[in-house]
Antibody, heavy 121, light 107 residues
Framework: EVQLVESGGVVVQPGGSLRLSCAAS????????MHWVRQAPGKALEWVSL????????YYADSVKGRFTISRDNSKNSLYLQMNSLRTEDTALYYC??????????????WGQGTLVTVSS | DIQMTQSPSTLSASVGDRVTITCRAS??????LAWYQQKPGKAPKLLIY???SLESGVPLRFSGSGSGTEFTLTISSLQPDDFATYYC?????????FGQGTKVEIK
């Protein structure tokens, strides 16, 4: 059974940093591109970032470019999101999600349950 | 970035109704469009990919159509379990985007 379990969400002050983790199981992790998607309270889904299976390619939404860094450790079946210079508008539930395969022309067929990041003074 | 616009934002319908949700892209995305269903407190669930392909396990009352810039999600006969929020998503470019969502409510 595919499982994606996010962790690391806490309350942090504006300007602070945070690292989210996603533990993957039930599939061959290094066969898949991986994504982060977020959802502010009561708002729509917003794609955040993706990383290729080999970590050689990464892409970001304009809203987080230069502040967030996606990474992965295939030996640990884990995905990460380093979040710096946090803003109040980064407050959201952050989901880890996978497509059916490698590459970028796939939708997201499995999602974690999310980890909540609150940016507030 | 490619913008995705869904309509309507809210839809009130009754069990058994045929429901159609529209999603428009700001530029052509070929057929690289997915539809998701999200219920309160839950992660999104993939329903349709590549505009019209039904994800495994999704009931046949769900269907998708369109290409280029205009797409639709149709529920042929609305069931109690279908009251939820639906999102379209384009995955044509390296900056993916979602629509703003359509909430399907009980009439």
């Amino acid at each position: 059974e595919v499982q994606l379990v996010e962790s690391g969400g806490v309350v942090v002050q504006p300007g602070g940093s945070l690292r989210l983790s996603c533990a993957a199981s039930g599939f061959t992790f290094d066969d898949h591109t991986m994504h982060w998607v977020r959802q502010a309270p009561g708002k729509a889904l917003e794609w955040v970032s993706l990383i290729s299976w080999d970590a050689l390619d990464t892409y970001y939404a304009d809203s987080v470019k230069g502040r967030f860094t996606i990474s992965r450790d295939n030996s640990k079946n884990s995905l990460y999101l380093q979040m710096n210079s946090l803003r109040t508008e980064d407050t959201a539930l952050y989901y880890c999600a996978k497509p059916p395969g490698d590459g970028y022309d796939w939708p997201l067929d499995y999602w974690g349950q999310g980890t909540l990041v609150t940016v507030s003074s | 970035d490619i913008q995705m616009t869904q309509s309507p934002s809210t839809l009130s319908a009754s069990v058994g109704d045929r429901v159609t949700i529209t999603c428009r892209a700001s530029q052509s995305i070929s057929s690289w469009l997915a539809w998701y269903q999200q219920k309160p407190g839950k992660a999104p669930k993939l329903l349709i990919y590549k505009a019209s392909s039904l994800e495994s396990g999704v009931p046949l009352r769900f269907s998708g159509s369109g290409s280029g810039t205009e797409f639709t999600l149709t529920i042929s006969s609305l069931q109690p379990d279908d009251f939820a929020t639906y999102y379209c998503q384009q995955y044509n470019s390296y900056s993916w985007t979602f629509g703003q969502g359509t909430k399907v409510e009980i009439k």
